[in-house]
């Protein structure tokens, strides 16, 4: 699963853990009691530390880099975070051990290895872009950046850390192709180097508590092993060596309560958390150096090896011809092709497909061509759709030809209420066009203090023609043009403050068109409110749809039914989604669904109520539990926009009284 953060107790007061030493305990006395002449077990690692505090991940994406205040209750860490352009990039949060609270820093700052000054009001971080990673500042308050030390294509700087006056910092720079330890002014940027000039590559440096010294990893001899060097000794001063292992000792954290270095041992079973106390037993003798003599490694360029080679004549050789490179405009990108299973098991019946998708590796065009075959009522019939990326706005085009029966032959006869005002047997053929687009108004810090604010829109038109026959509610074996334009939008509003939030939603559709010569206008509105904590949180949705009276019977808002998948959903914006039943179950000139869920769960509860009609009325009642994955569209991976639903869900009211109903659908979209 995803890293987490655990904080434990240390020192002398947390020697023993008391659950998990009593439960050992416990243990020992049963088995000596059971044989008196046994021999206890050795204990050979410690028991698990019941954690204090910790620090689980959110979406999946895990918090590194934990660095405590001065007060030793709140922590500085990093976590990467979408930017509005959908890309991941670190960024910083405080966390309050006690209360659990999270509190984001930096938006899009691309800030890492972060340190809080013992002040607590900046920290010294490190900024990777473009290739290039800085030494910066962050105010910890208004998460401004400051650039202390650039960096440059080779000169890169990592994990600083403050001095215990706050006056400098250390922090390990590679240039020259080594790593060295620098000494910073944190106000101008000017910097020296606070380690031996002897090729050996340092870095994890830290002050000691006392800030007299500097305690860091050194590979001099060849093995990562703990070293302190005092910073008042005189120059040529040997550094002391904490450890001496074979594997590595890396990433030492001084700790002044117990006058002890905690570091990362890395053992064939891999990284133990060790403790070494400086002063306890000291390593005697000097490192066994294990690099290779510099005859087999030249360093320098009077190296007589090297020389001997830079002495030698130049030698012809066959090369390949030289060309210029030249400006390739990439267009719709070279075309990779996946195919994928689509299909769902709904009240409606069984229906399954294959699509045949074309990406290219940026997602500029995507085309997809499906064919479904079903039972009578799921749609069924075969698609192209295509979403070209090149500009702003996404434009989805599309043509289709799909047929929907809806009589009582089926094994659903009955099912519907009397008013219900779907054809008996539809054939739709057309096109469709659609433009969408997505902005950020307000991104807020994530503190709880402003919220995000983003807005969608979307506008499409289509033009089809539709055929219904066998006791049609246009006529028998009406036949006719149907037109519409749509427009829809929203306003989302999130504020986030650590791992809890609130956020809330408003949309609306505006719909036109002429429909077997009929004109008519329909029109719906929709609002989300929801809450979210660590783990679980509450939504409420509500929808409410309706149509003019001059709108006929097939252009009414109709509930039931899954999401159609061989068409974009705005062609027959009036039908409102509700998987666990059949498609129009209820239909008339207005429609409402409302609905509670569970989130955060991989499997949600829910309840809802849903009615339609003349007037709005006989409310219909209904509670499952569902699965909801919905995978982002993944050019590079050749996979695009994919839904996927399962679920399970009983009726109280209606025909279907008293039924529960199970449905499965998988859709994908280009």
């Not at 890293?3 to 009593?22: E, I, L, Q």
């Not at 051990?97 to 607590?120: E, F, H, I, M, Y």
């Not at 057309?430 to 995000?452: H, I, K, Q, Y």
Request: hydrophobic share 40%; with cysteine.
């Amino acid at each position: 699963g995803p890293s987490r953060v655990v904080v434990w107790r240390a020192g002398p007061d947390a020697a023993r853990d008391t659950a998990a030493d009593s439960a050992y305990a416990r243990t020992q006395r049963r088995i000596l009691k059971r044989d008196p002449e046994d021999v206890a077990a050795v204990r050979a690692y410690p028991l698990p530390r019941t954690p204090v505090a910790t620090l689980v991940a959110v979406n999946g994406r895990g918090h590194h880099d934990p660095r405590w205040f001065a007060d030793g209750r709140r922590m500085l860490v990093s976590r990467s975070e979408l930017t509005a352009d959908d890309v991941l990039r670190p960024d910083l949060f405080v966390w309050d051990t006690r209360t659990g609270a999270l509190r984001r820093v930096t938006r899009g700052g691309a800030v890492r290895d972060a340190d809080p000054s013992p002040d607590g009001r900046t920290a010294a971080a490190i900024r990777c872009e473009d290739g290039r990673c800085d030494l910066v500042s962050v105010d910890l308050a208004s998460g401004a950046v400051r650039t202390i030390a650039a960096g440059t294509y080779t000169r890169t700087w990592t994990r600083p850390r403050w001095s215990t006056d706050g006056r400098r910092l250390v922090s390990p720079v590679q240039d020259g192709g080594r790593w060295r330890l620098a000494l910073v002014d944190p106000a101008t940027g000017a910097y020296t180097y606070a380690t031996p000039d002897d090729g050996a590559e340092r870095y994890d440096a830290v002050f000691s508590p006392d800030g007299g010294s500097l305690v860091y990893t050194s590979e001099r001899g060849g093995v990562p092993n703990v070293v302190r060097l005092a910073l008042d000794a005189p120059a040529g001063a040997v550094e002391r060596a904490l450890t001496r292992v074979t594997g590595a000792a890396f990433a030492p954290a001084p700790s002044a309560a117990e006058r002890g270095v905690y570091f990362l041992d890395l053992t064939p079973h891999g990284l133990d958390l060790r403790r070494v106390a400086p002063d306890s037993t000291p390593v005697q003798g000097d490192v066994v150096d294990l690099t290779p003599p510099p005859a087999l490694l030249p360093r320098s360029p009077v190296d007589p090896v090297r020389a001997a080679v830079a002495a030698l004549p130049p030698v012809p050789v066959d090369t390949f011809p030289v060309t210029a490179l030249r400006a390739h405009g990439y267009g719709a990108g070279p075309r990779h092709y996946v195919a994928l299973p689509l299909g769902s098991v709904t009240p409606d019946g069984l229906a399954a497909g294959l699509q045949l998708a074309s990406v290219d590796p940026a997602g500029r065009l995507t085309w997809l061509l499906q064919g479904v075959a079903s039972e009578p009522r799921p749609w069924h019939g075969v698609s192209l759709r295509a979403a070209w990326r090149g500009l702003p706005a996404t434009i989805t085009g599309e043509l289709f030809s799909a047929t929907q029966a809806l009589d009582d032959r089926t094994r659903l006869a009955g099912s519907a209420p009397a008013d219900s005002s779907s054809a008996v047997r539809t054939r739709l053929g057309g096109a469709a066009l659609f433009t969408s687009a997505e902005r950020w108004l307000v991104a807020g810090p994530g503190n709880g203090r402003m919220p995000d604010v983003r807005v969608n829109g979307r506008v499409g038109l289509v033009a089809s023609r539709l055929h219904e026959d066998n006791g049609s509610t246009l006529g028998v074996d009406a036949v006719g043009a149907r037109r519409l334009a749509m427009a829809e939008g929203s306003l989302s509003v999130g504020v986030a403050g650590g791992q809890r939030g609130t956020y809330g939603l408003i949309g609306g559709q505006l719909a036109t068109g002429r429909t077997a010569g009929a004109d008519w206008r329909r029109g719906a509105v929709n609002a989300s409110l929801g809450t979210y904590g660590p783990q679980y949180g509450l939504r409420v949705d509500g929808t409410y749809a309706a149509a003019d009276d001059a709108a006929p019977a097939y252009e009414r808002p109709a509930i039931g039914g899954v999401a159609p998948g061989l068409f974009d959903p705005g062609v027959l914006s009036q039908r409102l989604v509700f998987p666990a039943l059949p498609t129009a179950y209820r239909a008339g000139r207005t429609a409402a669904v409302t609905r509670l869920a569970v989130t955060g769960a991989s499997i949600a509860p829910y309840v809802a109520a849903l009615s339609a009609g003349e007037r709005l009325g006989g409310w219909t009642r209904v509670a499952g539990v569902e699965a909801r994955t919905a995978t982002p569209f993944l050019p590079f991976a050749r996979a695009p926009q994919s839904r996927l639903l399962a679920g399970v869900a009983e009726i109280f009211d209606g025909p279907l009284r008293d039924h529960a109903r199970a449905y499965v659908s998988a859709v994908f979209v280009p």
